[in-house]
């Protein structure tokens, strides 16, 4: 089905908001098969709202809508959806009643402004807002429908999931199913290669690759009659996308790379601590994001300086004088004196040249050693990113060595 | 003048990224002087590209359009908008010599359908692309003008800068000053109060807030004939708003603190160390991701354990024992510890409630104390968020981490 989204609000106009809003529902739609044509953000303004919505149904025969729908003067979405749709705003018994409670339970005082968002299209299918004040609303005319929900992303994306998502799975009469497999290790293009025989041809489960951030990801996706047949589809599919790349995969799920590794270091009760150079406290602060880790992460230490390197992991001079900074030899080490000092399971360190300056021929910018001290073993591992910058250098030596702790403990 | 922003791109359809290049151009027309009346995305289509022109102009003046520049099948922008503007594509003598100039000096063999980008609408002025192999180019029809640039945000940005902006300024008969002014520590209905003398009835220069992560802008602003006599107004301005809220300010320059900070350390060559519990190591990522910060920044150390507390820092068992982890107490036992171990000049230490978890009544989640040593003295600073979430409570620490430093060395 032909769909345009339709964002209201003046602050995107001005720039002052990056339009998340339609990114998240273009991916949801296209996940269930429908085609979004057209995004449109309009301010405020009844009149051009209005032929907006008229432009948008010449071609397309849903309209997913956000924002507008609040209590002050400017949220006219609401009057200009019935208006362009040949109905008229009624005071509605249940958004009243949900409206009346709220503010009673939450022992707020109501404006009268707020009484707005007790007023519905007649004809329209009411939506709850789960996470705020303002209710969504679907309203048809004539085959063409509008789906209307909250702006903030927060309450947007809760009525997308608990409202919007049933009715538009409902439309359909084949079922989408997809699972995004995230890898680290390896190329977009040598991905591609390696499937190749798998995606060659194939027209369902269909399979796409994304590069993202120094990653790479596969979507596996299966348009079936039922949902079972196509869960069914996508998962043999991605028994036979095992077979070839599956050392590199590290969630069936979509999972993020360090919050798989950090329910890993929680379920097995593996402490961990760490030593960073180049990255500078990035893996610390990414571990330290996960509400619980406490539990298992006991120190980190950004040894920015050669004196820090000898003083707190007990390198030797002589290494650093050797070897340098930015060796296997440092990576190990800084590794096994941080295993020393703290007694944690698993200690990592990393040691790398950041940039933009600081690169050499045989040291280019971009080059990273990790190193992992591990049940009595202590071994360095080399990464080397292509240089783009001091920011991805840095998140690319981050991923390596969650990788890095990801294979020795999964 | 009414201006729309037209983005051409699959991708944006599939929500595969986000429309950032329309948040960015809708900030600087809007500082400019120019109303963004709307925003559309549509795909590489030539019917419905068309379609959306031709509407777009029976509202606005100006289109700005970024994407489908490039040398693929798929690329149509340019062809679609000489047929919308009434003219045809023709072999561009300037834009080929460029194209195979730039070929000839990289070293690689040209494909043909490259050669696309050697024609251009034959009315266009073309904007030359110093970031990438697409130019851009502006076409009017009766008062009516396209302005089309590449879609990659880099070379859409770079092209804006030196291309577009002299001649959207040139358009104007006048000119928009403006400075933003970055503060931390007063949020923004404190700020409008106090800020309201000013802000009350004044028409040039303008005055506005915005919150931000934490934090409070200000954009003070000036339509005048001529830019000196802009620049004049709003430095004014700004000397009124020095006097009411000048220790809040920390940029006049739209500046992240950070990066001042970062700065001010480097210009008085102040070393510095930290000892992080709450943020875990985002103070010394923050810190670091700034090049040449290695001159300044010795080493940081998460201590996320009571033992890494006592172990690294010093800390004293009594000291958690009496007063709790998430204590003045303890903040400046970690400063004083870290320092007598660094003897660097500053040493910061926080130590807080990050949450969702750990609150209690007394010591809330988001609570954090940071600890400050300094030319011989020690103190401990109280900072408390709203708990709207783990991120910005470790954000909001960061900040405060970052302001005291500032509030010191400035």
Chains 1, 2 share one sequence.
């Not at 507008?68 to 008229?88: R, S």
Request: glycine fraction near 10%.
């Amino acid at each position: 089905m032909k769909t345009a989204i339709l964002t209201v609000g003046t602050e995107i106009l001005f720039g002052q908001i990056v339009n998340t809003n339609a990114a998240f529902l273009s991916q949801e739609l296209q996940n269930m098969g429908y085609d979004v044509m057209y995004h449109y953000s309009v301010g405020d303004n009844p009149g051009r709202l209005k032929e907006l919505i008229n432009f948008a149904f010449h071609d397309c025969d849903l309209i997913l809508t956000t924002g507008g729908l609040g209590p002050t003067q400017d949220d006219l979405t609401k009057e200009v959806i019935a208006e362009a749709m040949g109905d008229v705003i009624v005071e509605n018994e249940e958004c009243m009643k949900a409206l009346l409670d709220n503010y009673k339970k939450a022992g707020r005082t109501m404006t009268p402004n707020n009484l707005k968002q007790g007023y519905m299209p007649s004809r329209a299918r009411v939506l709850p807002n789960d996470a705020g004040t303002a209710p969504g609303f679907a309203l048809e005319k004539d085959g063409k429908l509008i789906i209307s929900m909250p702006g903030p992303p927060r309450e947007m994306k809760r009525m997308f999931e608990l409202q919007v998502k049933p009715i538009l799975e409902s439309m359909q009469d084949s079922v989408i199913f997809y699972r995004i497999i995230r890898t680290f290790g390896l190329g977009e293009s040598s991905m591609e290669t390696v499937l190749l025989p798998l995606i060659d041809g194939q027209t369902d489960p269909t399979i796409a690759t994304y590069a993202k951030e120094g990653e790479c990801s596969l979507r596996v996706a299966s348009k079936r009659a039922t949902k079972e047949e196509a869960v069914a589809a996508v998962d043999r599919m991605i028994e036979d996308v095992n077979q070839l790349i599956g050392e590199y995969i590290y969630s069936y799920d979509d999972e993020d790379l360090v919050d798989v590794v950090g329910k890993l270091l929680l379920e097995k009760h593996i402490t961990i601590s760490c030593a960073e150079s180049c990255t500078g406290g990035l893996f610390a602060a990414a571990l330290t994001d996960i509400p619980g880790i406490s539990e298992v992460f006991e120190r980190g230490i950004v040894t920015y300086s050669n004196r820090a390197k000898m003083e707190e992991l007990g390198v030797k001079a002589e290494t650093l004088d050797k070897f340098g900074a930015v060796s296997p030899e440092t990576a190990c080490e800084m590794a096994s004196g941080l295993a020393e000092k703290t007694g944690s399971d698993l200690c990592i360190s990393v040691t790398g040249i950041a940039g933009p300056g600081g690169g050499t021929a045989e040291k280019p910018v971009g080059l990273a050693y990790i190193g992992i001290a591990y049940k009595g073993q202590v071994k360095a591992v080399k990464s080397q990113y292509r240089n783009v910058s001091r920011k991805w250098n840095r998140h690319y030596a981050l991923l390596g060595m969650l990788n890095q702790v990801y294979q020795l403990i999964k």
